[in-house]
């Protein structure tokens, strides 16, 4: 199994629909981070999970809500999003939280598209 | 808030040529950390650098953080179409900003056979 895991890898939804992204790691960390990438903007970080716990709520509008009910599974919960909210949504996860040289391990995103 | 700068945002090159990418901000980071997204891919650490002045070689990439710790640069000799990607820098620091990363927006490399 790769370290990072996301699903789906492509959604499509309109803007009333409800749907999760989910990201599951096999590496045995203990923080978990969504960030959003949108063409020609730095990655923007979204939340953190530390030891299951948020840690960082960076601003995100409520249509997003995160769920960490453990420390190998983070979900995104999406509802009434806006088109501006296309993008692709990244889940990372790193041994812990709080170390600035700390390596950043990326699943392979989940590519939204809001209609 | 922190920025990172990066440039140029595309480079497009032959198979061969040499090449750099520059991370600049006006912000001290303790460290800068540099990484590669190929398509339909997460991004990929390549290095850490931590002490002002390190330079650090990874085969034919090399990596620099400058003496003040507020900018980096990647030079690849020889690209060849294997370095295709997008390449960025994120800055790690300290005080209230500890344990998050600062992204630059990237660049697009492209190497042409």
């Known amino acids: 199994e790769t370290g990072v895991t996301q699903t789906p890898r492509h959604l499509v939804m309109g803007m009333t629909n409800k749907k999760s992204l989910k990201c599951e790691q096999h590496l045995g960390h203990n923080a978990m981070y969504w960030y959003k990438q949108s063409a020609k903007k730095p990655l923007e970080l979204m939340f953190v999970y530390s030891l299951e716990e948020r840690v960082e709520n960076n601003s995100v509008p409520s249509r997003f809500s995160p769920e960490c009910p453990n420390s190998s599974h983070l979900f995104l919960h999406l509802h009434t999003l806006q088109p501006e909210d296309s993008a692709l949504y990244l889940c990372?996860?790193?041994?812990?939280?709080?170390?600035?040289?700390?390596?950043?391990?990326f699943g392979e995103g989940s590519r939204l598209t809001v209609l | 808030t922190q920025l990172l700068e990066q440039s140029p945002q595309f480079l497009s090159i032959q198979e061969g040529e040499n090449l750099t990418v520059y991370c600049n901000s006006s912000s001290v980071f303790s460290s800068l950390q540099w990484y590669r997204q190929e398509p339909g891919e997460g991004p990929v650490l390549l290095v850490t650098?931590?002490?002002?002045?390190e330079v650090k070689k990874l085969k034919r990439l090399t990596f620099q953080f400058g003496d003040a710790r507020k900018d980096s640069s990647l030079h690849i000799t020889a690209a060849q179409p294997g370095d295709t990607g997008l390449y960025l820098c994120?800055?790690?620091?300290?005080?209230?900003?500890?344990?998050?990363?600062?992204f630059g927006q990237g660049t697009i490399l492209t190497v042409h056979p």
């Open positions: 990372a996860s790193s041994q812990d939280f709080g170390s600035y040289t700390g390596e950043l391990f």
């Open positions: 650098v931590v002490t002002g002045g």
């Open positions: 994120a800055g790690g620091a300290g005080g209230t900003s500890y344990g998050k990363l600062t």
